[in-house]
């Protein structure tokens, strides 16, 4: 079952989400600007994992969580020595053996398109190789997004093995795939391009539940 709301806000204007422990009752809600009915998109946000989940190298942690009534819509995973996307699956995923996000701050972004199917994952500015992925499928409305668990149904079903620990921020989404110049504006914290249309981390409204802070920007 979800937990009981501890408090919501809105806007995260220049505060980060530190999730501190692991945990099966921690995470935050957050709602988007309109539903996630999506034939493109990207992803981008700021994390650092905890010193003890990085020293667990076998250790799943999700990143990001879009949870319909019947699926796993939209999951961004560090497993396995990668980092990963599942759009309405939890095993048929676009892959990514790519320096795993550590203590220190990584810039993650992913985009997605589903005319051709291509899917990047951008990494502190720097591009992955192109997978086609997914042609053709389309993320549907009506989910949760969720930051620090991901929920194995509507209602939560949460596994503290699994949980995020450690700091997120600027979790921002569009409906369409950025320039690559906008997307290394965005790492590089100098942003000129065209504001979050699905998830703005300056004016979404979010529910913290169980053990989470809102860090200020003073620790930026």
């Known amino acids: 079952m979800l937990h009981m709301t501890d408090f919501i806000l809105c806007g995260v ?18 709602t988007p600007l309109k539903p996630l009915s999506l034939e493109a998109f990207t992803l981008c946000l ?19 969580a879009y949870r ?44 997605w398109e589903s005319s051709t199917g291509l899917t990047a994952l951008w990494l502190d500015g720097r591009r992955s190789t192109l997978q086609v992925y997914r042609q053709n499928h389309k993320v549907q409305p009506g989910g949760a997004v969720i930051l620090g668990q991901d929920p194995d149904d509507f209602t939560g079903k949460f596994d ?33 391009g065209p504001d979050p249309n699905v998830l703005n981390w300056d004016a979404v409204q979010y529910e913290v539940h169980g053990n989470v802070l809102v860090v200020p920007e003073k620790y930026n």
């Open 13 to 30: 204007n220049g505060k980060r989400l530190l999730f501190p422990n692991p945990s099966a009752k921690s995470f935050v809600k957050l």
């Open 160 to 192: 503290e093995n699994q949980s995020f620990v450690g700091e997120i921020s600027d979790v921002n989404m569009w409906d369409f795939v950025l320039t690559g110049d906008q997307i290394r504006n965005f790492s590089d914290g100098v942003w000129v």
């Open 68 to 111: 319909t009534q019947d699926h796993d819509e939209l999951n961004v995973w560090q497993e396995k020595g990668s980092i990963s996307l599942y759009l309405r699956s939890s095993s048929d995923g676009a892959l990514y053996a790519v320096p795993l996000v550590s203590i220190f701050r990584t810039d993650l972004c992913v985009t």
């Open 46 to 64: 700021r994390l650092s994992v905890d010193p003890t989940v990085v020293s667990k190298e076998d250790r799943e942690i999700i990143l990001f």
